[in-house]
Protein backbone atom coordinates (compact mmCIF):
# COMPACT_ATOMS: atom_id res chain seq x y z
CA UNK A 1 0.00 0.00 0.00
CA UNK A 2 1.01 2.94 -1.28
CA UNK A 3 -0.99 5.96 0.51
CA UNK A 4 -0.65 6.15 3.99
CA UNK A 5 -4.10 7.04 6.37
CA UNK A 6 -4.43 9.81 8.34
CA UNK A 7 -5.74 8.71 11.55
CA UNK A 8 -8.97 11.19 13.10
CA UNK A 9 -8.88 10.20 17.01
CA UNK A 10 -12.52 11.37 18.36
CA UNK A 11 -11.89 12.15 22.31
CA UNK A 12 -14.78 14.48 22.47
CA UNK A 13 -17.07 12.35 24.56
CA UNK A 14 -17.97 12.45 28.29
CA UNK A 15 -18.90 8.90 28.58
CA UNK A 16 -21.99 10.06 31.66
CA UNK A 17 -22.73 6.28 31.42
CA UNK A 18 -19.98 4.90 32.97
CA UNK A 19 -20.97 8.08 36.12
CA UNK A 20 -19.08 7.97 38.54
CA UNK A 21 -15.87 7.42 37.38
CA UNK A 22 -16.43 9.01 34.29
CA UNK A 23 -17.29 12.26 34.86
CA UNK A 24 -17.34 15.91 32.29
CA UNK A 25 -13.78 17.16 33.79
CA UNK A 26 -12.44 13.66 33.28
CA UNK A 27 -14.17 11.48 31.03
CA UNK A 28 -13.81 7.90 30.39
CA UNK A 29 -11.50 7.51 27.68
CA UNK A 30 -8.80 8.18 30.12
CA UNK A 31 -9.63 5.79 32.13
CA UNK A 32 -7.56 2.60 32.98
CA UNK A 33 -10.26 0.03 32.41
CA UNK A 34 -8.50 -2.98 31.10
CA UNK A 35 -5.09 -2.42 31.47
CA UNK A 36 -2.99 -0.08 33.35
CA UNK A 37 -3.06 2.62 30.33
CA UNK A 38 -6.34 4.76 29.50
CA UNK A 39 -8.05 4.07 26.22
CA UNK A 40 -6.94 6.77 24.30
CA UNK A 41 -3.33 6.02 25.38
CA UNK A 42 -3.73 2.36 23.95
CA UNK A 43 -6.05 3.79 21.02
CA UNK A 44 -3.30 5.96 19.97
CA UNK A 45 -0.71 3.01 20.18
CA UNK A 46 -2.89 0.80 17.80
CA UNK A 47 -2.41 3.57 14.98
CA UNK A 48 1.26 4.06 15.71
CA UNK A 49 2.25 1.87 12.72
CA UNK A 50 3.53 2.50 9.19
CA UNK A 51 0.77 2.87 7.35
CA UNK A 52 -0.70 5.57 9.31
CA UNK A 53 0.68 9.22 9.53
CA UNK A 54 0.47 10.80 12.94
CA UNK A 55 -2.66 10.90 14.02
CA UNK A 56 -4.36 14.19 14.58
CA UNK A 57 -6.59 14.49 17.47
CA UNK A 58 -10.08 16.35 18.42
CA UNK A 59 -11.53 16.84 21.58
CA UNK A 60 -12.71 19.55 24.44
CA UNK A 61 -11.18 22.22 25.17
CA UNK A 62 -11.36 21.75 28.66
CA UNK A 63 -9.64 18.21 28.09
CA UNK A 64 -6.63 20.08 26.57
CA UNK A 65 -4.33 19.02 29.64
CA UNK A 66 -5.37 15.50 29.80
CA UNK A 67 -4.67 15.28 26.21
CA UNK A 68 -1.31 17.03 26.19
CA UNK A 69 -0.14 14.81 29.41
CA UNK A 70 -0.86 11.48 27.41
CA UNK A 71 1.08 12.96 24.27
CA UNK A 72 4.10 13.85 25.94
CA UNK A 73 4.18 11.39 29.09
CA UNK A 74 4.25 8.79 26.34
CA UNK A 75 6.22 10.33 23.66
CA UNK A 76 3.31 10.18 21.12
CA UNK A 77 4.07 12.32 17.75
CA UNK A 78 0.63 13.60 16.51
CA UNK A 79 0.02 15.73 13.51
CA UNK A 80 -2.50 18.79 15.34
CA UNK A 81 -4.61 18.86 18.35
CA UNK A 82 -8.38 20.92 17.62
CA UNK A 83 -9.98 21.78 20.74
CA UNK A 84 -14.21 21.68 20.76
CA UNK A 85 -15.86 24.79 22.72
CA UNK A 86 -18.71 22.56 23.55
CA UNK A 87 -20.26 18.83 22.22
CA UNK A 88 -21.24 18.78 18.58
CA UNK A 89 -21.28 15.13 18.20
CA UNK A 90 -19.16 13.55 15.43
CA UNK A 91 -20.27 15.12 12.50
CA UNK A 92 -18.91 18.53 13.36
CA UNK A 93 -15.29 16.68 14.71
CA UNK A 94 -14.91 14.88 11.34
CA UNK A 95 -15.79 17.79 9.09
CA UNK A 96 -13.38 19.85 10.79
CA UNK A 97 -10.39 17.13 11.11
CA UNK A 98 -11.44 16.19 7.03
CA UNK A 99 -10.89 19.82 5.75
CA UNK A 100 -7.79 20.41 7.76
CA UNK A 101 -5.90 17.78 5.98
CA UNK A 102 -7.42 17.97 2.63
CA UNK A 103 -6.03 21.23 2.74
CA UNK A 104 -2.53 19.16 2.91
CA UNK A 105 -2.76 16.51 0.72
CA UNK A 106 -6.15 16.62 -1.81
CA UNK A 107 -5.81 12.56 -1.86
CA UNK A 108 -5.76 11.80 1.64
CA UNK A 109 -7.90 8.33 3.19
CA UNK A 110 -8.86 9.13 6.71
CA UNK A 111 -9.68 6.99 9.53
CA UNK A 112 -11.92 8.36 12.02
CA UNK A 113 -12.13 6.15 15.29
CA UNK A 114 -13.29 6.84 18.87
CA UNK A 115 -10.81 7.48 21.50
CA UNK A 116 -12.49 4.77 24.05
CA UNK A 117 -12.76 1.45 22.59
CA UNK A 118 -11.19 -1.54 23.09
CA UNK A 119 -10.04 -3.65 20.57
CA UNK A 120 -7.82 -7.00 21.60
CA UNK A 121 -7.03 -8.22 17.81
CA UNK A 122 -4.68 -5.20 16.66
CA UNK A 123 -3.05 -7.45 13.77
CA UNK A 124 -6.29 -8.36 12.10
CA UNK A 125 -7.61 -4.51 13.41
CA UNK A 126 -4.69 -2.98 11.03
CA UNK A 127 -4.61 -6.12 8.38
CA UNK A 128 -8.19 -5.10 7.81
CA UNK A 129 -7.99 -1.41 7.56
CA UNK A 130 -5.61 -1.73 5.04
CA UNK A 131 -6.76 -3.99 2.63
CA UNK A 132 -10.07 -1.55 2.70
CA UNK A 133 -8.19 1.02 1.84
CA UNK A 134 -9.13 -0.21 -1.67
CA UNK A 135 -13.02 0.99 -1.16
CA UNK A 136 -12.04 3.83 -0.32
CA UNK A 137 -10.22 4.80 -3.34
CA UNK A 138 -13.79 3.66 -5.05
CA UNK A 139 -15.36 6.60 -3.74
CA UNK A 140 -17.39 4.30 -1.16
CA UNK A 141 -17.63 5.48 2.77
CA UNK A 142 -16.67 2.48 4.74
CA UNK A 143 -17.94 1.42 8.38
CA UNK A 144 -16.68 -1.57 10.36
CA UNK A 145 -19.03 -4.23 11.44
CA UNK A 146 -18.89 -6.42 14.41
CA UNK A 147 -21.18 -9.60 14.10
CA UNK A 148 -23.36 -9.56 17.74
CA UNK A 149 -22.70 -11.66 20.45
CA UNK A 150 -25.84 -11.02 22.35
CA UNK A 151 -28.85 -9.30 22.27
CA UNK A 152 -28.03 -5.77 23.17
CA UNK A 153 -30.61 -2.80 22.72
CA UNK A 154 -28.17 0.29 23.25
CA UNK A 155 -26.14 -0.78 20.12
CA UNK A 156 -26.50 0.83 16.90
CA UNK A 157 -27.50 -2.05 14.29
CA UNK A 158 -26.34 -2.49 10.67
CA UNK A 159 -27.67 -4.85 7.91
CA UNK A 160 -26.50 -5.03 4.97
CA UNK A 161 -27.19 -6.28 1.18
CA UNK A 162 -25.93 -9.39 -0.93
CA UNK A 163 -23.85 -7.16 -3.31
CA UNK A 164 -20.19 -7.13 -2.69
CA UNK A 165 -17.42 -3.84 -2.74
CA UNK A 166 -13.67 -5.96 -2.06
CA UNK A 167 -14.09 -7.41 1.33
CA UNK A 168 -17.24 -5.40 2.50
CA UNK A 169 -20.64 -5.26 1.76
CA UNK A 170 -23.60 -2.59 0.73
CA UNK A 171 -24.91 -1.16 3.55
CA UNK A 172 -29.09 -1.59 3.62
CA UNK A 173 -30.09 0.42 6.84
CA UNK A 174 -29.22 1.89 10.31
CA UNK A 175 -31.16 0.54 13.34
CA UNK A 176 -30.49 2.88 16.43
CA UNK A 177 -31.16 0.63 19.54
CA UNK A 178 -33.66 -1.40 18.50
CA UNK A 179 -36.12 -2.56 21.05
CA UNK A 180 -35.52 -6.49 22.50
CA UNK A 181 -37.78 -8.15 19.54
CA UNK A 182 -36.18 -6.82 16.99
CA UNK A 183 -32.74 -6.82 19.01
CA UNK A 184 -32.96 -10.39 18.88
CA UNK A 185 -33.77 -10.72 14.90
CA UNK A 186 -30.52 -9.07 14.23
CA UNK A 187 -28.32 -10.77 16.19
CA UNK A 188 -29.91 -14.22 14.72
CA UNK A 189 -29.20 -12.70 11.14
CA UNK A 190 -26.31 -13.22 8.91
CA UNK A 191 -26.37 -9.72 7.25
CA UNK A 192 -26.61 -7.76 10.91
CA UNK A 193 -23.91 -5.72 12.23
CA UNK A 194 -22.97 -4.10 15.20
CA UNK A 195 -21.89 -0.45 14.43
CA UNK A 196 -18.31 -0.30 15.56
CA UNK A 197 -18.23 3.76 15.07
CA UNK A 198 -15.06 3.25 12.90
CA UNK A 199 -14.71 5.06 9.53
CA UNK A 200 -12.70 4.78 6.40
CA UNK A 201 -13.15 7.14 3.61
CA UNK A 202 -11.63 8.98 0.96
CA UNK A 203 -11.28 12.54 2.50
CA UNK A 204 -12.53 14.75 -1.44
CA UNK A 205 -15.50 12.42 -1.19
CA UNK A 206 -16.34 12.98 2.37
CA UNK A 207 -16.69 16.40 0.82
CA UNK A 208 -18.98 15.43 -2.07
CA UNK A 209 -21.05 12.97 0.23
CA UNK A 210 -21.44 16.24 2.62
CA UNK A 211 -21.90 18.55 0.12
CA UNK A 212 -24.90 16.73 -1.26
CA UNK A 213 -26.38 15.50 2.32
CA UNK A 214 -25.07 17.87 4.78
CA UNK A 215 -24.88 21.00 2.93
CA UNK A 216 -24.70 23.41 6.46
CA UNK A 217 -22.55 21.59 7.96
CA UNK A 218 -19.92 21.64 5.26
CA UNK A 219 -20.06 25.07 4.32
CA UNK A 220 -20.21 26.07 8.37
CA UNK A 221 -17.07 23.87 8.91
CA UNK A 222 -15.21 25.87 5.73
CA UNK A 223 -15.68 29.04 7.44
CA UNK A 224 -14.70 27.67 10.65
CA UNK A 225 -11.80 26.67 9.51
CA UNK A 226 -10.28 30.17 8.90
CA UNK A 227 -11.06 31.62 12.23
CA UNK A 228 -8.91 28.50 14.41
CA UNK A 229 -6.69 30.03 16.54
CA UNK A 230 -2.93 28.53 17.47
CA UNK A 231 -2.89 28.22 21.53
CA UNK A 232 0.57 27.02 22.49
CA UNK A 233 0.14 23.01 20.53
CA UNK A 234 -3.27 23.30 20.39
CA UNK A 235 -6.09 24.39 17.55
CA UNK A 236 -8.85 25.94 19.08
CA UNK A 237 -11.88 26.43 17.25
CA UNK A 238 -13.89 29.67 18.53
CA UNK A 239 -17.04 29.08 20.11
CA UNK A 240 -19.99 31.14 18.22
CA UNK A 241 -19.57 29.90 15.23
CA UNK A 242 -18.74 26.08 16.22
CA UNK A 243 -22.48 26.12 18.30
CA UNK A 244 -24.07 26.40 15.46
CA UNK A 245 -23.37 23.03 14.23
CA UNK A 246 -26.32 20.37 14.34
CA UNK A 247 -25.90 17.78 17.28
CA UNK A 248 -25.58 15.34 15.06
CA UNK A 249 -23.56 11.85 14.53
CA UNK A 250 -21.86 11.28 11.72
CA UNK A 251 -23.86 8.12 11.00
CA UNK A 252 -27.37 9.82 10.69
CA UNK A 253 -25.97 12.66 8.66
CA UNK A 254 -24.04 10.81 6.12
CA UNK A 255 -24.06 6.79 6.53
CA UNK A 256 -27.93 6.73 6.79
CA UNK A 257 -28.47 8.91 3.58
CA UNK A 258 -25.38 7.79 1.28
CA UNK A 259 -26.13 5.33 -1.18
CA UNK A 260 -22.31 4.78 -1.23
CA UNK A 261 -22.01 3.36 2.39
CA UNK A 262 -20.13 -0.01 3.15
CA UNK A 263 -19.77 -2.46 6.05
CA UNK A 264 -16.79 -4.71 6.01
CA UNK A 265 -17.36 -7.57 8.41
CA UNK A 266 -14.39 -7.32 11.00
CA UNK A 267 -13.14 -9.60 14.04
CA UNK A 268 -10.98 -8.08 16.22
CA UNK A 269 -12.48 -8.55 19.79
CA UNK A 270 -13.96 -5.10 20.25
CA UNK A 271 -15.65 -3.35 22.75
CA UNK A 272 -17.31 -0.30 22.83
CA UNK A 273 -17.46 -0.08 27.11
CA UNK A 274 -20.35 2.61 27.12
CA UNK A 275 -22.21 1.18 29.97
CA UNK A 276 -21.29 -0.91 33.20
CA UNK A 277 -22.62 -3.63 31.34
CA UNK A 278 -19.97 -3.26 28.66
CA UNK A 279 -17.41 -3.12 31.46
CA UNK A 280 -18.13 -6.02 33.00
CA UNK A 281 -17.53 -8.04 29.69
CA UNK A 282 -14.25 -7.11 29.23
CA UNK A 283 -12.79 -6.70 32.83
CA UNK A 284 -11.23 -10.22 34.74
CA UNK A 285 -14.54 -12.05 36.53
CA UNK A 286 -14.71 -14.61 38.97
CA UNK A 287 -16.45 -17.95 38.30
CA UNK A 288 -20.01 -16.24 39.08
CA UNK A 289 -18.98 -13.64 36.52
CA UNK A 290 -18.47 -10.82 39.15
CA UNK A 291 -15.84 -8.34 38.75
CA UNK A 292 -12.57 -9.05 40.53
CA UNK A 293 -10.85 -6.06 42.26
CA UNK A 294 -8.64 -6.81 45.53
CA UNK A 295 -11.02 -4.04 47.20
CA UNK A 296 -14.00 -5.48 46.63
CA UNK A 297 -15.60 -9.15 48.82
CA UNK A 298 -18.67 -11.03 47.48
CA UNK A 299 -20.73 -14.05 48.66
CA UNK A 300 -23.61 -15.44 47.31
CA UNK A 301 -23.60 -12.61 43.79
CA UNK A 302 -23.76 -13.12 40.66
CA UNK A 303 -23.37 -11.21 37.63
CA UNK A 304 -22.12 -8.23 39.66
CA UNK A 305 -19.51 -5.25 38.77
CA UNK A 306 -18.15 -3.37 41.45
CA UNK A 307 -15.88 -0.78 40.87
CA UNK A 308 -13.56 1.02 43.91
CA UNK A 309 -10.08 2.22 43.95
CA UNK A 310 -9.27 2.98 47.01
CA UNK A 311 -12.33 1.67 49.57
CA UNK A 312 -12.75 -1.61 51.03
CA UNK A 313 -16.60 -3.05 49.33
CA UNK A 314 -18.70 -6.07 50.67
CA UNK A 315 -21.22 -7.29 48.41
CA UNK A 316 -23.33 -10.03 50.10
CA UNK A 317 -26.95 -11.50 48.46
CA UNK A 318 -27.46 -9.74 45.59
CA UNK A 319 -27.20 -10.31 41.72
CA UNK A 320 -27.18 -7.91 38.70
CA UNK A 321 -25.57 -4.90 39.87
CA UNK A 322 -23.57 -2.30 38.82
CA UNK A 323 -21.65 -0.93 42.40
CA UNK A 324 -19.47 2.18 41.64
CA UNK A 325 -17.49 4.21 44.24
CA UNK A 326 -15.76 6.66 42.88
CA UNK A 327 -14.63 10.69 43.81
CA UNK A 328 -17.62 12.28 42.70
CA UNK A 329 -20.04 10.01 43.83
CA UNK A 330 -21.69 6.56 44.17
CA UNK A 331 -23.67 4.76 42.14
CA UNK A 332 -26.18 1.54 42.78
CA UNK A 333 -27.95 -0.13 39.90
CA UNK A 334 -29.26 -2.88 37.60
CA UNK A 335 -26.37 -3.24 35.61
CA UNK A 336 -29.12 -3.53 32.16
CA UNK A 337 -30.39 -0.43 33.10
CA UNK A 338 -28.19 1.68 30.75
CA UNK A 339 -30.25 5.02 30.26
CA UNK A 340 -31.98 5.39 33.09
CA UNK A 341 -28.76 7.29 34.88
CA UNK A 342 -28.84 10.33 31.81
CA UNK A 343 -32.02 11.93 33.72
CA UNK A 344 -30.69 11.45 37.10
CA UNK A 345 -27.71 13.37 36.08
CA UNK A 346 -29.07 15.67 34.55
CA UNK A 347 -31.53 16.36 37.41
CA UNK A 348 -28.24 16.77 39.67
CA UNK A 349 -27.42 19.42 37.33
CA UNK A 350 -30.46 21.33 37.67
CA UNK A 351 -30.35 21.43 41.18
CA UNK A 352 -26.95 23.30 40.99
CA UNK A 353 -25.33 20.71 43.22
CA UNK A 354 -21.66 21.04 42.37
CA UNK A 355 -21.08 18.34 39.54
CA UNK A 356 -17.37 17.96 40.10
CA UNK A 357 -16.52 16.69 43.73
CA UNK A 358 -13.82 19.08 45.52
CA UNK A 359 -11.70 15.91 46.12
CA UNK A 360 -11.50 15.30 42.24
CA UNK A 361 -7.63 15.60 40.36
CA UNK A 362 -7.95 18.85 38.42
CA UNK A 363 -5.26 18.69 35.39
CA UNK A 364 -3.46 21.88 34.79
CA UNK A 365 -0.81 22.52 32.01
CA UNK A 366 1.98 21.68 34.26
CA UNK A 367 0.87 18.67 35.64
CA UNK A 368 -2.36 17.98 38.21
CA UNK A 369 -3.73 18.39 41.25
CA UNK A 370 -5.79 16.90 44.20
CA UNK A 371 -7.26 18.31 46.96
CA UNK A 372 -7.57 15.63 49.88
CA UNK A 373 -8.63 17.79 52.87
CA UNK A 374 -10.06 21.10 53.68
CA UNK A 375 -11.46 22.56 57.03
CA UNK A 376 -12.32 26.65 58.05
CA UNK A 377 -8.81 28.29 57.28
CA UNK A 378 -6.76 25.79 55.67
CA UNK A 379 -6.83 23.21 52.82
CA UNK A 380 -4.36 20.24 51.74
CA UNK A 381 -3.81 19.35 48.60
CA UNK A 382 -1.07 16.91 46.61
CA UNK A 383 0.94 18.73 43.68
CA UNK A 384 2.56 16.86 41.12
CA UNK A 385 4.56 18.56 38.40
CA UNK A 386 5.65 16.80 35.10
CA UNK A 387 8.86 16.40 34.08
CA UNK A 388 10.33 19.63 32.38
CA UNK A 389 7.52 21.64 33.90
CA UNK A 390 6.49 24.91 36.18
CA UNK A 391 4.10 26.78 37.45
CA UNK A 392 3.73 30.64 36.53
CA UNK A 393 5.88 33.25 38.45
CA UNK A 394 2.93 34.24 41.07
CA UNK A 395 1.57 35.33 44.10
CA UNK A 396 -1.18 35.31 46.83
CA UNK A 397 -3.34 38.17 48.63
CA UNK A 398 -5.08 36.15 50.99
CA UNK A 399 -3.48 33.08 51.51
CA UNK A 400 0.29 31.74 52.89
CA UNK A 401 1.63 27.99 51.61
CA UNK A 402 3.48 25.62 52.61
CA UNK A 403 5.54 23.06 50.66
CA UNK A 404 6.54 19.69 51.21
CA UNK A 405 8.37 17.35 48.55
CA UNK A 406 7.78 14.03 49.05
CA UNK A 407 9.23 12.43 45.60
CA UNK A 408 11.54 14.33 43.17
CA UNK A 409 13.43 16.85 43.31
CA UNK A 410 12.21 21.00 43.18
CA UNK A 411 13.36 24.25 42.18
CA UNK A 412 11.88 26.66 44.40
CA UNK A 413 12.05 30.77 43.47
CA UNK A 414 11.02 32.71 46.83
CA UNK A 415 11.53 36.31 46.67
CA UNK A 416 15.08 36.53 45.26
CA UNK A 417 16.13 33.18 46.09
CA UNK A 418 16.28 30.11 44.21
CA UNK A 419 17.19 26.75 46.15
CA UNK A 420 16.24 23.26 45.90
CA UNK A 421 14.50 20.84 48.02
CA UNK A 422 14.29 16.99 47.59
CA UNK A 423 12.12 14.47 49.68
CA UNK A 424 10.98 15.24 53.03
CA UNK A 425 12.22 18.65 52.96
CA UNK A 426 10.33 22.10 52.92
CA UNK A 427 9.60 25.80 52.55
CA UNK A 428 7.26 28.28 53.73
CA UNK A 429 5.74 30.90 51.06
CA UNK A 430 4.26 33.90 52.71
CA UNK A 431 1.04 35.98 51.64
CA UNK A 432 2.46 38.44 49.43
CA UNK A 433 5.60 36.63 48.45
CA UNK A 434 6.63 36.10 45.12
CA UNK A 435 7.23 32.49 43.82
CA UNK A 436 7.52 29.82 41.59
CA UNK A 437 7.77 26.01 41.41
CA UNK A 438 9.67 24.24 39.05
CA UNK A 439 10.46 20.48 37.93
CA UNK A 440 13.39 20.21 36.21
CA UNK A 441 14.36 16.37 36.37
CA UNK A 442 12.78 14.35 33.73
CA UNK A 443 10.74 12.44 37.00
CA UNK A 444 7.99 13.43 38.34
CA UNK A 445 7.95 15.84 41.22
CA UNK A 446 5.39 15.20 43.82
CA UNK A 447 4.66 17.55 46.76
CA UNK A 448 1.95 18.63 49.85
CA UNK A 449 0.38 21.74 49.80
CA UNK A 450 -1.12 23.40 53.06
CA UNK A 451 -2.61 26.28 52.10
CA UNK A 452 -3.77 28.48 55.08
CA UNK A 453 -5.66 31.92 54.90
CA UNK A 454 -9.41 34.03 55.21
CA UNK A 455 -9.60 32.31 51.07
CA UNK A 456 -8.54 29.61 49.53
CA UNK A 457 -10.20 29.56 46.33
CA UNK A 458 -7.96 29.16 43.07
CA UNK A 459 -8.95 32.40 41.50
CA UNK A 460 -6.39 33.76 44.60
CA UNK A 461 -3.13 33.66 41.86
CA UNK A 462 -1.73 37.03 40.32
CA UNK A 463 0.60 35.43 37.70
CA UNK A 464 3.47 37.68 36.88
CA UNK A 465 5.17 35.06 34.23
CA UNK A 466 3.69 32.27 32.34
CA UNK A 467 4.94 30.03 29.76
CA UNK A 468 1.37 28.45 28.93
CA UNK A 469 0.09 32.53 28.06
CA UNK A 470 -2.52 32.57 30.88
CA UNK A 471 -1.57 35.76 31.96
CA UNK A 472 -4.35 37.95 30.78
CA UNK A 473 -3.77 41.19 29.10
CA UNK A 474 -5.58 44.52 29.87
Not at 297 to 317: A, E, P, R
Request: proline fraction near 4%; charged fraction near 30%.
Amino acid sequence: MEKKIYPVILSGGIGLRLWPASTESYPKQFLNINSSNSLIFDTLKRIENEIFHPPTIIGSFDHRFLIKNELKKNNIKYRSIFLEPMQRNTMASITICTLDILKNDPNAIILALPADHIIKQKRIFLKVIKESVKIAENNFITTFGIKPNSVNTSMGHITTRKKKIYNGFLIDRFIEKPPINIAKKLTNSKKSFWNSGIFLFEAKNFVNEAEIYAKKTIDLAYRIQKSIKKDMIFKVIPNKPFAKFENQPFDKSIMEKTKKGVTVPIDIKWFDVGSWKGVLDVVRKDKNNNSINKNVFFNDVKNTIVWSKNKKVVVVGVNDLAIIEDNDGLLVKKISNDEAIKPILNKIKATKTESRSPYQKVFRPWGEYQSIYSENGFLIKILRIYPKNKISLQYHNKRSEHWIVIEGIATVIKGKKKFKLKKNQSTYISKGEIHRLSNETNKNLTLVEVQTGSYLEEDDIVRLEDVYGRIKKN
